[in-house]
Every structure is written in C-alpha cells, then in structure tokens.
C-alpha cells in the first residue's frame, strides 16, 4: 500500500485497529507493536486518515500494484 493525500475513487479506508488486527494474522505478537505503533508508523511512512463519520477517523491507502 501507499500514501494518499486525499481521497478519491479507489482508496481504501481502514482505521488503526482493523490494521493492527490484519497485521496480527501475519505477525501475531501483542508484545512486539500495539495499535499506537501501527498508527505512529503509518503517520511516520506518510500516510493521511480522513474523518468519515463522528468520532471515526480512517487511514487513506492505495494499492500500489495498481
């Protein structure tokens, strides 16, 4: 995936924790990273979030094989 700035068709909107649980079926460790280190990690590499509804804030991501 990759940074977006803004959204657009094709973005795909996901929140910290979905992450966090999605990188946890790949690499399932509770002790290694928490859902703050997803969220300072994407914040780090460039990634933007969006509010899409009242208190829901979501990362903006782009599929870079597209």
Known sequence: YEPVNKYEAGVILKSSLEI???MQKLYPNE???SVA???QWMH???F???QTSE???EWM???ASN
């Open 61 to 63: 991501l782009k599929d």
């Open 37 to 39: 280190d997803v969220a």
């Open 48 to 50: 933007s979030f969006t």
């Open 44 to 46: 780090q590499k460039g």
């Open 20 to 22: 966090y649980q999605a």
């Open 55 to 57: 208190m829901r804030f």
């Open 31 to 33: 002790i290694l990273y």
